[in-house]
């Protein structure tokens, strides 16, 4: 079945780096949207970023310039490099793509940024 396992996520100080992976099984990552979002508390799931199957991206207006978003197709892996991180980029991010007909979610990485 379908599964994605994020990692990476950990405790980073302001101006550092992380990089997010979403391992995916059950589906072959080539052909399907693969989808960055993060949460923050209770409130809603926000998109940061997102690849289609011809690697074009898109990304939220918090992401753009910071964050870059990629996939390897062999791997069957997509990643999110964060860079310039900030406070307000603590939350737990998750990795969303949409196959045969239904959204799929990871369980999430906790990416915490304090001093």
């Known amino acids: 079945q379908v599964q994605l396992v994020e990692s990476g996520g950990g405790l980073v100080q302001p101006g550092g780096s992380l990089r997010l992976s979403c391992a995916a099984s059950?589906?072959?990552?080539?052909?399907?949207?693969m989808k960055w979002f993060r949460q923050v508390g209770g409130k809603e799931r926000d998109l940061v970023a997102e690849i289609d199957s011809g690697s074009r991206t898109n990304y939220a207006n918090s992401a753009k310039g910071r964050f870059t978003i990629s996939r390897d197709n062999a791997q069957n892996t997509v990643y999110l490099q964060m860079n310039s991180l900030n406070p307000e980029d603590t939350a737990v991010y998750y990795c969303?793509?949409?196959?045969?007909?239904?959204?799929?979610w990871g369980k999430g990485t906790l990416v915490t940024v304090s001093s």
């Open positions: 969303n793509t949409f196959v045969s007909g239904r959204y799929y």
């Open positions: 059950g589906f072959t990552i080539n052909w399907y949207v």
